[in-house]
């Protein structure tokens, strides 16, 4: 039986520059410093990576500086049998600000709604805040 797939699509406004938001998706400090997770990896094709202290684990496929990131992705509880998702991120800049396009492909259907409120919870709603808080340091 084929495993049921499905997509998530999202879109954000962050008030930082593509640059900002490519590597804190890529950096690992960066990253760890806005999901207060540890994560792995470095911002090349081909390189491997962790995030949310190894819940979350792929590899770089495609990156277009400040603008595109392409990864293979799976979390710790990804179900037997499902191939590894895909996971594309795009920025476009506008005003001082960056609008970032997730569209998250090839997961699981039982996982999509856990899936999609994760991404809110504790990868945009943090990265807005780590983005805000910026802003008023300098």
Do not use: C
Request: hydrophobic residues 35%; aromatic residues 12%.
């Amino acid at each position: 039986m084929k495993p049921k797939i499905t997509t998530i699509k999202q879109k954000i406004i962050l008030q930082a520059l593509p640059n900002e938001v490519y590597y804190a998706l890529l950096d690992s400090r960066k990253h760890s410093e806005f999901t207060g997770s540890k994560a792995t990896g470095k911002a090349q094709v081909g390189a491997e990576f962790t995030a949310w202290d190894g819940y979350i684990s792929g590899k770089n496929l495609e990156l277009e500086d400040d603008k595109r990131i392409v990864q293979e992705w799976v979390t710790s509880e990804w179900p037997e049998g499902y191939p590894p998702s895909r996971l594309e991120f795009t920025l476009k800049a506008f005003d001082g600000k960056t609008e970032l396009t997730m569209i998250h492909s090839d997961i699981p259907a039982e996982q999509k709604e856990e899936l999609k409120q994760g991404w809110i919870d504790f990868y945009w709603e943090p990265l807005k805040k780590y983005f805000e808080m910026r802003k008023k340091a300098v």
